[in-house]
């Protein structure tokens, strides 16, 4: 069955990265695009951008231009979302999900002096 | 980009009864493929959102058929035939035909 399992709950201080991981199974990786969907403590959802994991091709919100990164290691089926100069309003659960109705299970993402 | 509006915000249902959920977006969903891009999510408590419906009206697998979406064009609408107590949650819709795809508030669903 197609999973998307993410790395674990990160605590970053304000100015720094993180770098969240999505790996994918049940699926043939390259065939579907990626998206990152987060959601803040209490909040709605709010889409970031997409990837293409065969071409590397990505398309990014215009709110986190410049700021995230989404990247793939197609060997290991995994897409990766960075992002950078963090606030204390990034602060928020952050979702791979691909096209088809899947969701990761989610990272916490804590930004924190 | 794509504004979409819910409402009602929340709903308090008796088990066994409908409910509805109506979301408008400010720009057509219909693309030139001839499918409408208008998702359902449903975010049960402590989980990650789970998608019920895609292009308006198909459920996705394992989806009960109590749950069923119309509508077309800038209007749409989530249906529950009779509510169960594994219902409760926060209902999404979401358009993904415009960059960025954007989400409606929320519904906030409970138990009466």
């Known amino acids: 069955q197609v999973q998307l399992v993410q790395s674990g709950a990160e605590v970053k201080k304000p100015g720094a990265s993180v770098k969240v991981s999505c790996k994918a199974s049940?699926?043939?990786?390259?065939?579907?695009?990626i998206n990152w969907v987060r959601q803040a403590t209490g909040q709605g959802l709010e889409w970031m951008g997409w990837?293409?994991?065969?071409?590397?091709?990505?398309g990014y919100a215009q709110k986190f231009q410049g700021r995230v990164t989404m990247t793939r290691n197609t060997s290991i089926s995994t897409a990766y979302m960075e992002l950078s100069s963090l606030r204390s309003e990034d602060t928020a659960v952050y979702y791979c999900?691909?096209?088809?109705?899947?969701w990761g299970q989610g990272t916490l993402v804590t930004v924190s002096s | 980009d794509v504004v979409m509006t819910q409402t009602p915000l929340s709903l308090s249902v008796t088990p066994g009864q409908p409910a509805s959920i109506s979301c408008k977006s400010s720009?057509?969903?219909?693309?030139?493929?001839?499918?409408?891009?208008l998702y359902w999510c449903l975010q049960k408590p402590g989980q990650p959102p789970q998608f019920l419906i895609y292009?308006?009206?198909n459920r996705f697998s394992g989806v009960p058929d109590r749950f069923s979406g119309s509508g077309s064009g800038t209007d749409f609408t989530l249906k529950i035939s009779r509510v169960e107590a594994e219902d409760v949650g926060v209902y999404y819709c979401?358009?993904?035909?415009?960059?960025?795809?954007?989400f409606g508030q929320g519904t906030k669903v409970e138990i009466k």
């Open positions: 049940g699926y043939t990786f390259i065939s579907y695009d």
């Open positions: 979401m358009q993904s035909i415009h960059l960025p795809w954007t």
């Open positions: 720009q057509s969903l219909l693309h030139s493929d001839g499918k409408t891009y």
């Open positions: 990837m293409n994991p065969n071409s590397g091709n990505t």
């Open positions: 292009e308006v009206s």
């Open positions: 999900v691909r096209v088809g109705g899947y």
